[in-house]
């Protein structure tokens, strides 16, 4: 069982920078991938970013030159630097892991809110 906190969300101006933080506890020596969830309001939940164990990032199209996705091992700990924030990127973000094992499925934060006013 793996818990997730998440942290860093706020109200914004547009064009300011927030980060956001997620903190992993319990059984997380199996982990494949972790990253983050961006829910608009009335919308569906959508990848933003995400980074394996190797350090591999994967991003969304509005994400890949403005976000970027760190981890700190020793921390058990994901980030997400969002700069240049824009009104679409307003909504809840949510932190997930994914654990090696297939048939296991992600655990998921409590979400934190952003909203960015333009």
């Known amino acids: 069982q793996v818990q997730l906190v998440e942290s860093g969300g706020g109200s914004v101006q547009a064009g300011e920078t927030l980060r956001l933080s997620c903190e992993a506890s319990g059984s997380t020596s199996k982990v494949n991938h972790m990253g983050w969830y961006h829910q608009a309001p009335g919308e569906e939940r959508d990848l933003v970013a995400s980074i394996t164990t190797a350090d591999a990032t994967n991003y969304a199209d509005p994400a890949k030159d403005r976000f970027n996705i760190a981890v700190d091992a020793a921390k058990n700990t994901i980030y997400l630097q969002m700069t240049d924030l824009k009104s679409e990127d307003t909504g809840v973000y949510y932190c997930?892991?994914?654990?090696?094992?297939?048939?296991?499925?992600?655990?998921w934060g409590q979400g934190t809110q952003v909203t960015v006013s333009s």
């Open positions: 997930y892991y994914k654990s090696k094992r297939i048939t296991d499925p992600a655990s």
